[in-house]
């Protein structure tokens, strides 16, 4: 597991390398804020709440305006030159384990510079909500807060109504990148998208006890999933699902020969936030297809 952390650390910065250019572009700011967590990203924004914010994560790529401020590196790989250039006042992230290296957290405790955790874990719904609230709180955006909760109650409903009534539960196998010596990075049952793929009315193919996994094209292919969802870094690196079935272990899957391979956002699956519900429908639409309902 950590050398699949370590690969995707090296993928998210060499591709998100040309953001260190951007440059804090506002005058004042009341806080200066670094960011190091995608999920509190999104969900500042959301919130309406990104004015203090001047510099975020690699991994921090929704919504797109995120992408204009200037970046510190992986969250596991961070720059501590990178933080100290933005001059924070206040550094946001999930835990002090999701930080790295080590010896750079202990500069940033060394350095006191004050870092904000919030309580509420979005392991589930409800915990997505709390930490939405919670943050709103914080921001004295609690309206917003409310809102945001509100719609993703809604689309969850519609969510859970229609996985009742579908007849069939495909088989569903998430790629999170492409493949290096035939090996592949799947996302498991065990992991945030594997919820949400269920919630979806999916049955994810591999279960394991990690939320990734390095598979081999040998069990990929004997995993014969009926719908195959490849992450954008990968679908994207080779350009066409019809590429995608070309791979080995795919091209002999049911997905492959029923052309039912689809391009996913990663950073959609890896936690749960606003937006949870909307797109638990658009997999749906994915995984059923014209499937009929009882």
Known sequence: MKHSLTILGVTLLLCSCGRFANEDKKEEHKERIVCISKQYSELIWALGAEQDVVAVDVSSVYPPEVKKLPTVGYHRALSLEGILSAKPTLIMCNSLKSLGPEHIVKQLQDLKIPMKMFESKSEDIEGTKALMRE????????????????????????????????TEKPKVLVIHFGRASNVYLIITKKSTGGKMMEWAGGE????????????????????DPDVILLTDFGYDRLGSSEKIAELPG?????????????????????????????????????????????
């Open 250 to 294: 795919v091209g002999s899957t049911k997905a492959a020969k029923n052309n039912r391979i689809y391009r996913i956002e990663e950073h959609d699956l890896v936690y749960l936030g606003p937006r949870s519900g909307e797109n638990i429908l658009k997999y749906q639409k994915l995984i059923h297809g014209n499937q009929p309902v009882q």
């Open 204 to 223: 994810m193919a591999i279960s394991d006890s990690s939320g990734m996994r390095q598979l081999s094209a040998e069990v990929v292919a004997k995993a």
């Open 135 to 166: 943050m709103g709180a914080y921001f004295h955006k609690e309206a917003k807060a409310d809102s945001l909760c509100t719609k993703l109650d809604a689309d969850m409903k519609v969510a859970m109504e229609n996985g009742k009534q579908y």
